[in-house]
Nanobody
Framework: QAHLVESGGGLVQAGGSLNLSCVYSRQPFSTYAMAWFRQVPGKEREFVAASRWSGGSTAYADSVKGRFTISRDNAKNTVYLQMNSLKPEDTANYYC?????????????????WGRGTQVTVSS
């Protein structure tokens, strides 16, 4: 059965770092694009970062560019989000998502599978 499971969230002080992980089933996601989105209650889901299966093409939201890095280890069926220089406004539930090989990376509608999320809280 297809699944995506996020982990690594927690409470961190502003300026600190967290590394999120998303472990996914090999089928059907072996060549899928993977992404991270985040959402705060009462607000719309926000694109954070994405990577195609090869890792050679990535995309970042302007708000996190230079601070967050998405990477993936296909052999381990895991995608990571290294989050540095965290700000209180980064506080959100972070979701891992999977989409087809050649989707538009920033478009949430392109992703067909979603994890349950992991909470990131940055104290001010």
């Amino acid at each position: 059965q297809a699944h995506l499971v996020e982990s690594g969230g927690g409470l961190v002080q502003a300026g600190g770092s967290l590394n999120l992980s998303c472990v996914y089933s090999r089928q059907p996601f072996s060549t899928y694009a993977m992404a991270w989105f985040r959402q705060v209650p009462g607000k719309e889901r926000e694109f954070v970062a994405a990577s195609r299966w090869s890792g050679g093409s990535t995309a970042y939201a302007d708000s996190v560019k230079g601070r967050f890095t998405i990477s993936r280890d296909n052999a381990k069926n895991t995608v990571y989000l290294q989050m540095n220089s965290l700000k209180p406004e980064d506080t959100a539930n972070y979701y891992c998502a999977a989409g087809g090989t050649f989707i538009s990376l920033r478009n949430s509608a392109q992703y067909t599978y979603w994890g349950r999320g992991t909470q990131v809280t940055v104290s001010s």
